[in-house]
């Protein structure tokens, strides 16, 4: 059963300092890997996703990479600003199923 | 592109009434759509799959009687919250899938649930 953790749960920064948040799966057999934002009260915005035959995908300021042999993936947000705040949740697709299983995401605040 | 709608955004409803929420694809036919449940500082929990025409498929502790789920046409699924208890209490979340070329789940905007 895919188990998907993300350190730290909660990241507190001043404006423009360059950031990373871990996300851990435990099964290697990921189909695929996505980078979530969601703002409180509200819905997912998906930010990257990641193939499994993909190492890194970059979107503006943002990074993601996926290493399966670690079983690890990293969001790197360049020059973060306080529209950046946010809760950013990991999720990961098993191979041969549908389903997403999310970790529980890590709150990131950035301060003016 | 690939918009996903729910209604209503936010409801508060009596204990053991029921509660309907609408998810709809507003531009492209979803073959499948997803609920998820998340309390308060857990994760996003998948509740079930269901794909048009066809029953759902429950997640493992989710009682299909309790929480039915209509999925009749290629752009709306209904998630209905049966005689609804306060433990019921959460944020629902749609997600669709069906954009040609891509199994990428396009999520709603979410409806808080509270059961007084």
Redesign the interface.
């Known amino acids: 059963k895919q188990e998907v953790t993300q350190i730290p749960a909660a990241l507190s920064v001043p404006e423009g300092e360059n950031l990373v948040l871990n996300c851990s799966f435990t099964d290697s057999a990921i189909y695929n890997l996505q980078w979530f934002r969601q703002d409180p009260g509200k819905g997912l915005t998906s930010l990257l996703l990641i193939q499994s035959s993909q190492r890194e995908q970059t979107s503006g300021r943002l990074n993601a990479s996926l290493d399966k042999s670690s079983g690890r993936s990293t969001l790197y947000i360049a020059a973060s600003q306080p529209g950046d705040s946010a809760t950013y949740l990991c999720a990961g697709v098993q191979g041969g199923s549908e389903k997403l299983v999310f970790g529980k995401g890590t709150k990131l605040t950035v301060n003016p | 592109g690939a918009v996903v709608s ?1 209604h209503p955004s936010r409801v508060i409803c009596k204990s053991g009434t029921s509660v309907k929420i609408e998810c709809r694809s507003l531009d492209f036919q979803a073959t ?1 759509m ?1 609920w998820y449940r998340q309390f308060p ?6 509740m079930a ?1 269901s794909n048009e025409g066809s029953k759902a498929t429950y997640e493992q502790g989710v009682e299909k009687d309790k929480f039915l789920i209509n999925h009749a046409s290629l752009t709306l699924s209904t998630l209905t919250v049966t005689s609804a208890h306060p433990e019921d209490s959460s ?1 629902y ?1 749609c ?1 669709a ?1 069906g954009v040609a070329g891509t ?8 409806t ?1 649930l509270t059961v007084l």
């Open positions: 729910q499948t997803f500082k857990q994760s996003l929990m998948l799959t944020f979340i997600s899938s199994d990428t789940q396009y999520f709603g905007p979410g808080r």
